[in-house]
């Protein structure tokens, strides 16, 4: 088993909520996460087994008031091997998100970059045509200018 401590911060990012709401699952689920989780202290460390056990009260706060979900988790049998997979499905979807995100802004920036080069290209004829009207008008006598011929 994996005994790495996230900070709260890594902890409601994986598990896709408030870092506050992360502090009220703390204190609401605090006889069923390790020591360094439930401390009254001001430092709380997370392992991968209270976010399996957050993650799994998240889902049963969406049907269940918290004092039913503190019930079912007093009841529910814990294996320690199972924890893994249920922090890798608390982890899969904040890493897909992440990944959606950067290849949408991916492609925002190439589109950016697209409409930037056919801009130039715009310039560059622009340019082209104003210096051959230039060197037209060089060409041209100082008389036939006071005149106002082309």
């Known amino acids: 088993m994996n005994d790495e401590l996230l900070t709260p911060s890594q902890a ?19 006889d ?7 401390t009254t202290e001001r430092k709380r460390f997370y392992t991968h087994s209270d976010l399996a056990l957050l993650a799994r009260a998240r889902d049963l706060l969406r049907s269940h008031s918290a004092s039913e979900v503190k019930k079912l988790l007093s009841s529910e049998v814990i294996d320690d091997k199972a924890q893994p997979p249920a922090v890798v499905n608390v982890a899969l979807p904040a890493i897909a998100d992440e990944l959606n995100h950067a290849r949408d802004l991916i ?5 950016e970059l697209e409409k930037m080069k056919q801009e130039r290209a715009g310039d560059a004829e622009k ?24």
Do not use: Q
């Open 12 to 30: 409601a990012h994986l598990l896709k909520i408030s870092v506050s709401s992360l502090r009220r699952y703390a204190a609401d689920f605090a």
């Open 127 to 150: 340019i082209t045509e104003l210096a051959k009207r230039l060197e037209a008008l060089e060409r041209r006598s100082w008389w036939d200018m006071l005149r106002g011929k082309k």
């Open 32 to 38: 069923h996460l390790s020591p360094s989780a439930s």
């Open 107 to 111: 492609m925002e920036l190439s589109n």
